[in-house]
């Protein structure tokens, strides 16, 4: 079954997109594709969802926005990661995996 | 800039989210198609799976948003709401606000025509007054012989030009009557140096300038309104001045009125006439315009280098000489300087009176408001948003009351004229863009000043005791800081009474002087005459002693006289002497007030002689008198009878003998103590002295008379300026008297907002705590107790206030050192009395929320609840 927004914690959505753009130079939609795509369809991300966050990002500073030639030859926004992005998503990165473990072993030892 | 973009972006940002999105909806649709979807099935899948196209734009755009300034018409509607809510708490702020910046705005239009605004002249800043003087005398001979002039203009590398004039009232014979005009005869370049050119009409031009050229002249604007009733063809007209024929090529404009306000007609003085060459000569009082990035420094620099060459070329009589250079600014608004200031100060002190009150104000009114902030918190407001909604309210009634205030400054240009129309660039004073941003300024200093600390207040109380209504039972903190505000408020107003208290003593001390002469019964008036007639001094005295002597025969009249300066009226005029009989001391040099007078003068003006006898005019040698204060200092208190004096370093030595020693009296001002002071006896120092004239009767009734008498033996001169001597020794206090009017006003406003501040503090105080006082009568407190103790709350808080004001005002005074005569900057009397007067009026502003307090109905208010 797949996850919507709404079931991802706060913040998630922001690291798994600044994650996504440090491959390369992406758009709004190739975003939403990898999301499906890596997670194996379990992760859905809305786009009521994926666009405020992008735009929200971009206002930050994390991501920086160029406007280019899609694969099939036509205008779209492109997101890339700035200094300051790479910055945020390792510590978000770090948080992350320290969260993650500890949920872990709190849900193994209630096992 | 975030909130540019967020107001006026948005048009350019649409279009981009759109084709962002859009793109986003094709490639789903081409995947769709990838999987073998029919192209309309395929798009419309897309959309489907997309979701709200406008929603989300909406909320990219919400992305954008600032919300302090999206949101501000909102806040201002509110404000708007809230006010009209509450027109009676409104009201009060606004008037108050009113008050506080109307008359800082007044006081600072003022400030800026007379202190700040360059003078009226393109580049004013470039003018500067340029003066001579001999460094090792204190004589002031700023005057400027023509030649040194012409020397200085053309040797210098600073100045653009240097020009010069002088003022001389002339009688203009064209008309039936003759008719008195105030003439300024000008050096060559003299317009170019004001940078200012004719209205109509032309300059002067250089053969105009030159010896034996055409004699021409300019009129003023109001001249030409007057006698030509503005008529255009007034060019090539000829005035008949001084007995020559002057032919009119220009008219200046209205705003040009230098070197005098009431000057007529300017006219050349032509170089290389017979009077210009000296080198002695003290004509013209000197301007020069700076190049463009000169320093004042450089200039004085380059000018004395100047003159020492001049000094090595001409050492009789240009060895000694030095030069000052200064902006033209500084020496016209002198005088005036410090009383704005004082002024300036105290109507700030006047406004942050007025926002303490506001705040004391608006704190009250956040409690009453407590539940309907708490009401927007808990339906999803942030703090920054009450804040800002709260700030906005008061900035909204901080607006109105500088939109009332600057009616307030408009009205007080005209309260300046009137009551200080000596004070120098005052026609300049009027409201205009400078005024309005000031005042601007003002309110939104006001609105921080007054509105962050209830706003802070406001906003900070969160969620946290919501709704809870907690305020009516609450003595909280909250009442110390309104209590502390009142205090704030006594002491600055404290502050401000003393500096007005100290101010009404010196002026009533001024007043109670006896000046050494007796000023009532004096008739003063000048009859016209021309410097032309120096040329012929024994005619020229002959001339006034004759009008002298028909004056004093007058039926009416007790006795007449000559003075060069009037008594009484300030002004100096000193210079150094020396003894020509027996050594000179050269350690203490013998320098002296210099006053010319007729002999007449001393029975006139009723000073008495103390010994030795009256001057009289005698045609071969100059006699003088001396004063006491004279006879004491040099000559050891001695007969004074026979000694010869003899001015120093002066070009024209004057030279007389001590004929007796006369009482001492303020001539140079009533505030001014007696100074060693001579009496030259010359009738006609100058072509038109001041003629006094003791009467018998009401001097203002004899004026007819002394014209008609006066023009039986001079029918060509005319007779102007006449007025009692007692106003002009008022007038000369009236600088002194606008700032005493005016500080007293804004002390008695401040004394009056401090009392509202504490009036409305103990009712709000009483409200919050009705029920304590309730619950203490119904204990068995006695209403007596009650009333004693917030009457003594209100006096306890105006007693601390009157301490801090009392170190203030001994901390302030100082600034009014040189405005005080008679009362010491740290009088204890003024000062006593002072917080006397504030403690009496707070007690009576305690007296009704304390009666109200005693009467407060035990069980009503505790069935209340």
Same mark, same amino acid.
């Given at each position: 079954?797949?996850?919507?927004?709404?079931?991802?914690?706060?913040?998630? $959505?922001?690291?798994?997109? #600044?994650?996504?753009?440090?491959?390369?130079?992406?758009?709004?939609?190739?975003?939403?594709?990898?999301?499906?795509?890596i997670?194996?369809?379990?992760?859905?991300?809305?786009?009521?969802? $994926?666009?405020p966050?992008?735009?929200?990002?971009?206002?930050?500073?994390?991501?920086?926005?160029?406007?280019g030639?899609?694969?099939?030859?036509?205008?779209?926004?492109?997101?890339?990661?700035?200094a300051?992005?790479?910055?945020?998503?390792q510590?978000e990165?770090?948080?992350?995996e320290?969260?993650?473990?500890?949920?872990?072993?709190?849900?193994?030892?209630?096992? | 800039?975030?909130?540019?973009?967020s107001?006026?972006?948005?048009?350019?940002?649409?279009?981009?989210?759109?084709?962002?999105?859009?793109?986003?909806?094709?490639?789903? &649709?081409?995947?769709?198609?990838?999987?073998?979807?029919?192209?309309?099935?395929?798009?419309?899948?897309?959309?489907?799976?997309?979701?709200?196209?406008?929603?989300?734009?909406?909320?990219?755009?919400?992305?954008?948003?600032?919300?302090?300034?999206?949101?501000?018409?909102?806040h201002?509607?509110?404000?708007?709401?809230?006010?009209?809510?509450?027109?009676?708490?409104?009201?009060?702020?606004?008037?108050?606000?009113?008050?506080?910046?109307?008359?800082?705005?007044?006081?600072?239009?003022?400030?800026?025509?007379?202190?700040?605004?360059?003078?009226?002249?393109?580049?004013?800043?470039?003018?500067?007054?340029?003066?001579?003087?001999?460094?090792?005398?204190q004589?002031?001979?700023?005057?400027?012989?023509?030649?040194?002039?012409?020397?200085?203009n053309?040797?210098?590398s600073?100045?653009?030009?240097?020009?010069?004039?002088?003022?001389?009232?002339?009688?203009?014979?064209?008309?039936?009557?003759?008719?008195?005009?105030?003439?300024?005869?000008?050096?060559?370049?003299?317009?170019?140096?004001?940078?200012?050119?004719?209205a109509?009409?032309?300059?002067?031009?250089?053969?105009?300038?030159?010896?034996?050229?055409?004699?021409?002249?300019?009129?003023?604007?109001?001249?030409?309104?007057?006698?030509?009733?503005?008529?255009?063809?007034?060019?090539?007209?000829?005035?008949?001045?001084?007995?020559?024929?002057?032919?009119?090529?220009?008219?200046?404009?209205?705003?040009?009125?230098?070197?005098?306000?009431?000057?007529?007609v300017?006219?050349?003085?032509?170089?290389?006439?017979?009077?210009?060459?000296?080198?002695?000569?003290?004509?013209?009082?000197?301007?020069?315009?700076?190049?463009?990035?000169?320093?004042?420094?450089?200039?004085? +620099?380059?000018?004395?280098?100047?003159?020492?060459?001049?000094?090595?070329?001409f050492?009789?009589?240009?060895?000694?000489?030095?030069?000052?250079?200064?902006?033209?600014?500084?020496? &016209?608004?002198?005088?005036?300087?410090?009383?704005?200031?004082?002024?300036?100060?105290?109507?700030?002190?006047?406004l942050?009176?007025?926002?303490?009150n506001?705040?004391a104000?608006?704190?009250?009114?956040?409690?009453?408001?407590?539940?309907?902030?708490?009401v927007?918190?808990?339906?999803?407001?942030?703090?920054?948003?009450?804040?800002?909604?709260?700030?906005?309210?008061?900035?909204?009634?901080?607006l109105?009351?500088?939109? #009332?205030?600057?009616?307030?400054?408009?009205?007080?240009?005209?309260?300046?004229?009137?009551l200080?129309?000596?004070?120098?660039?005052?026609?300049?004073?009027?409201?205009?863009?400078?005024?309005?941003?000031?005042?601007?300024?003002?309110s939104?200093?006001?609105?921080?000043?007054?509105?962050?600390v209830? +706003?802070?207040?406001?906003?900070?109380?969160?969620?946290?005791?919501?709704?809870?209504?907690?305020?009516?039972?609450?003595?909280?903190?909250?009442?110390?800081?309104?209590?502390?505000?009142?205090?704030?408020?006594?002491a600055?107003?404290?502050?401000?009474?003393?500096?007005?208290?100290? $101010?009404?003593?010196?002026?009533?001390?001024v007043?109670?002087?006896?000046?050494?002469?007796?000023?009532?019964?004096?008739?003063?008036?000048?009859?016209?005459?021309?410097?032309?007639?120096?040329?012929?001094?024994?005619?020229l005295?002959?001339?006034?002693?004759?009008?002298?002597?028909?004056?004093?025969? &007058?039926?009416?009249?007790?006795?007449?006289?000559?003075?060069?300066?009037?008594?009484?009226?300030?002004?100096?005029?000193?210079?150094?002497?020396?003894?020509?009989?027996?050594?000179?001391?050269?350690e203490?040099?013998?320098?002296?007030?210099?006053?010319?007078?007729?002999?007449?003068?001393?029975?006139?003006m009723?000073?008495?002689?103390?010994?030795?006898?009256?001057c009289?005019e005698?045609?071969?040698?100059?006699?003088?008198?001396?004063?006491?204060?004279?006879a004491d200092?040099f000559l050891?208190?001695?007969?004074?009878?026979?000694?010869?004096?003899?001015?120093?370093?002066?070009?024209?030595?004057?030279?007389?003998?001590?004929q007796?020693?006369?009482?001492?009296?303020?001539?140079?001002?009533?505030?001014?103590?007696?100074?060693?002071?001579?009496?030259?006896?010359?009738?006609?120092?100058?072509?038109?002295?001041?003629?006094?004239?003791?009467?018998?009767?009401?001097?203002?009734?004899?004026?007819?008379?002394?014209?008609?008498?006066?023009?039986?033996?001079?029918?060509?001169?005319?007779?102007?300026?006449?007025?009692?001597?007692?106003?002009?020794?008022?007038?000369?206090?009236?600088?002194?008297?606008?700032?005493?009017?005016?500080?007293?006003?804004?002390?008695?406003? +401040?004394v009056?907002?401090?009392?509202?501040?504490?009036?409305?503090?103990?009712?709000?105080?009483?409200?919050?705590?009705?029920?304590?006082?309730?619950?203490r009568?119904?204990?068995?407190?006695?209403r007596?107790?009650?009333?004693?103790?917030?009457?003594?709350?209100?006096?306890?808080?105006?007693?601390?206030?009157?301490?801090?004001?009392?170190?203030?005002?001994?901390?302030?005074?100082?600034?009014?050192a040189?405005?005080?005569?008679?009362?010491?900057?740290?009088?204890?009397?003024?000062?006593?009395?002072?917080?006397?007067?504030?403690?009496?009026?707070?007690?009576?502003?305690?007296?009704?929320?304390?009666?109200?307090?005693?009467?407060?109905?035990?069980?009503?208010?505790?069935?209340?609840?």
């Amino acid at each position: 079954m797949p996850i919507e927004k709404s079931d991802l914690l706060q913040g998630t $959505l922001d690291m798994l997109i #600044l994650k996504i753009v440090a491959l390369g130079p992406v758009h709004g939609y190739g975003i939403s594709q990898r999301i499906r795509q890596i997670s194996k369809e379990v992760l859905k991300v809305q786009q009521g969802s $994926l666009y405020p966050a992008l735009h929200r990002l971009e206002k930050r500073g994390w991501l920086e926005a160029e406007w280019g030639e899609s694969e099939n030859g036509r205008e779209a926004k492109f997101y890339k990661l700035s200094a300051k992005g790479r910055k945020q998503l390792q510590s978000e990165e770090s948080n992350w995996e320290r969260l993650a473990q500890a949920v872990t072993q709190i849900m193994q030892m209630a096992q | 800039m975030s909130w540019w973009n967020s107001l006026f972006g948005k048009k350019a940002r649409d279009p981009l989210l759109d084709s962002e999105l859009r793109f986003h909806i094709e490639e789903l &649709t081409n995947a769709n198609i990838a999987a073998g979807m029919p192209p309309a099935e395929a798009r419309r899948q897309a959309v489907l799976e997309f979701g709200g196209r406008e929603q989300i734009k909406e909320e990219l755009r919400d992305v954008y948003r600032v919300p302090i300034v999206e949101s501000a018409p909102a806040h201002l509607k509110s404000a708007f709401r809230f006010i009209r809510k509450s027109p009676s708490f409104s009201i009060a702020v606004i008037l108050t606000l009113a008050l506080g910046i109307g008359a800082n705005s007044a006081v600072f239009s003022a400030i800026d025509a007379i202190l700040l605004r360059p003078l009226p002249f393109p580049n004013g800043d470039e003018l500067m007054a340029i003066s001579q003087f001999n460094p090792k005398i204190q004589s002031p001979t700023i005057f400027v012989a023509p030649v040194r002039l012409e020397d200085w203009n053309r040797m210098n590398s600073t100045f653009q030009a240097i020009t010069g004039y002088f003022a001389d009232d002339s009688t203009e014979t064209s008309g039936a009557l003759p008719e008195k005009i105030t003439m300024a005869f000008v050096a060559p370049r003299f317009l170019q140096v004001w940078g200012i050119g004719p209205a109509l009409g032309r300059n002067f031009s250089h053969e105009e300038e030159q010896l034996g050229g055409p004699p021409v002249v300019l009129i003023s604007d109001r001249y030409w309104r007057q006698r030509f009733a503005a008529s255009s063809d007034v060019l090539g007209k000829k005035l008949r001045v001084a007995g020559a024929a002057s032919e009119i090529v220009g008219v200046m404009p209205a705003s040009f009125r230098f070197p005098v306000r009431d000057v007529d007609v300017w006219s050349p003085v032509q170089l290389g006439g017979p009077y210009t060459l000296e080198r002695t000569d003290t004509w013209y009082r000197t301007i020069g315009r700076l190049k463009p990035g000169a320093t004042v420094a450089q200039a004085e +620099a380059n000018l004395s280098t100047v003159q020492a060459q001049l000094g090595r070329a001409f050492p009789q009589t240009d060895a000694d000489l030095a030069v000052d250079v200064q902006p033209l600014k500084k020496p &016209t608004v002198t005088g005036a300087r410090k009383s704005l200031w004082v002024l300036f100060g105290s109507v700030s002190l006047l406004l942050l009176i007025a926002c303490t009150n506001i705040v004391a104000l608006l704190l009250a009114r956040a409690t009453q408001r407590h539940h309907e902030i708490s009401v927007r918190f808990s339906l999803g407001a942030t703090r920054g948003a009450v804040m800002a909604q709260l700030l906005t309210e008061t900035f909204v009634l901080a607006l109105c009351g500088a939109a #009332l205030g600057l009616m307030v400054a408009g009205g007080a240009a005209s309260v300046f004229r009137s009551l200080a129309a000596d004070l120098p660039r005052v026609d300049e004073i009027r409201l205009d863009w400078r005024i309005v941003l000031y005042s601007l300024a003002c309110s939104v200093a006001a609105t921080l000043l007054c509105g962050l600390v209830p +706003a802070l207040r406001g906003a900070g109380s969160g969620v946290s005791g919501a709704l809870a209504q907690a305020s009516r039972t609450q003595v909280s903190a909250r009442n110390r800081l309104q209590f502390l505000l009142v205090a704030v408020q006594v002491a600055l107003a404290v502050t401000l009474l003393a500096g007005a208290g100290l $101010l009404l003593r010196s002026l009533q001390a001024v007043g109670r002087v006896s000046p050494g002469f007796d000023s009532s019964h004096i008739l003063t008036m000048h009859i016209s005459g021309s410097w032309g007639e120096t040329a012929d001094m024994p005619g020229l005295i002959h001339r006034v002693d004759r009008t002298i002597d028909f004056l004093g025969a &007058t039926p009416g009249v007790e006795s007449a006289a000559t003075t060069a300066a009037l008594p009484g009226v300030p002004g100096k005029y000193q210079t150094e002497l020396r003894f020509l009989e027996g050594e000179n001391d050269p350690e203490r040099k013998v320098v002296v007030e210099s006053r010319f007078v007729s002999p007449g003068y001393f029975r006139t003006m009723k000073i008495p002689l103390l010994s030795g006898e009256l001057c009289r005019e005698d045609a071969k040698s100059t006699n003088m008198m001396v004063n006491r204060s004279f006879a004491d200092t040099f000559l050891g208190g001695g007969d004074a009878g026979g000694r010869h004096l003899q001015t120093v370093g002066v070009s024209f030595a004057l030279q007389g003998q001590i004929q007796g020693i006369v009482g001492d009296a303020r001539e140079q001002g009533l505030s001014r103590e007696p100074t060693p002071t001579v009496y030259w006896c010359m009738s006609a120092p100058l072509p038109d002295p001041f003629y006094l004239v003791r009467t018998h009767n009401n001097p203002l009734t004899m004026t007819h008379t002394l014209r008609a008498r006066i023009h039986e033996i001079e029918p060509s001169r005319s007779v102007f300026d006449i007025a009692p001597l007692d106003q002009h020794l008022d007038d000369a206090l009236s600088e002194n008297r606008l700032r005493t009017v005016l500080l007293t006003f804004f002390a008695a406003t +401040a004394v009056s907002l401090a009392c509202i501040g504490l009036y409305g503090t103990l009712t709000y105080s009483l409200g919050l705590r009705r029920r304590e006082v309730g619950l203490r009568l119904a204990l068995g407190a006695s209403r007596g107790k009650i009333l004693k103790r917030f009457l003594l709350e209100g006096l306890g808080v105006s007693f601390l206030g009157c301490v801090a004001g009392s170190a203030l005002a001994a901390a302030s005074a100082r600034t009014l050192a040189g405005m005080l005569y008679g009362v010491s900057p740290s009088d204890p009397a003024t000062l006593s009395a002072v917080v006397l007067l504030v403690l009496i009026v707070a007690a009576a502003a305690s007296l009704v929320p304390a009666i109200r307090a005693a009467r407060v109905e035990p069980m009503k208010v505790l069935r209340e609840e």
